[in-house]
């Protein structure tokens, strides 16, 4: 089983930066792949990345390719999703979740889930 904590939220003026971090307990984080979803009132969470369990594979969705980068490192059990020219319609609550095997983009394939951390960006 894993446990995730998320932190790194907060608020920016758009065009700004943010570094998500989610800490993950458990001594098999590495087998794992990681993803970071997103959520705003009355809407479904929605797919945002997703590594592989060594790094080596990455998704985006559409709307952040280019802007986000995913990373993760194993010795540290962390995951990152940096932010970059963040715009208003990137708010929301960040979530990290971790599956076993491959990444998907389904939120309901994903196992386990963070508490999730708020991303607000100012216009």
């Known amino acids: 089983q894993v446990q995730l904590v998320e932190s790194g939220g907060g608020l920016v003026q758009a065009g700004g930066s943010l570094r998500l971090s989610c800490a993950a307990s458990g001594r098999t984080f590495s087998s794992y792949a990681m993803g970071w979803f997103r959520q705003t009132p009355g809407k479904e969470r929605e797919f945002v990345a997703a590594i592989n369990w060594i790094g080596a594979s990455t998704d985006y969705a559409d709307s952040v390719k280019g802007r986000f980068t995913i990373s993760r490192d194993n010795a540290k059990n962390t995951l990152f999703l940096q932010m970059n020219s963040l715009k208003p319609e990137d708010r929301a609550v960040y979530y990290c979740?971790?599956?076993?095997?491959?990444?998907?983009?389904?939120?309901?394939?994903?196992?386990?889930w963070g508490q999730g951390t708020q991303v607000t960006v100012s216009s």
């Open positions: 979740a971790a599956r076993l095997l491959h990444i998907v983009r389904a939120p309901t394939e994903w196992s386990y």
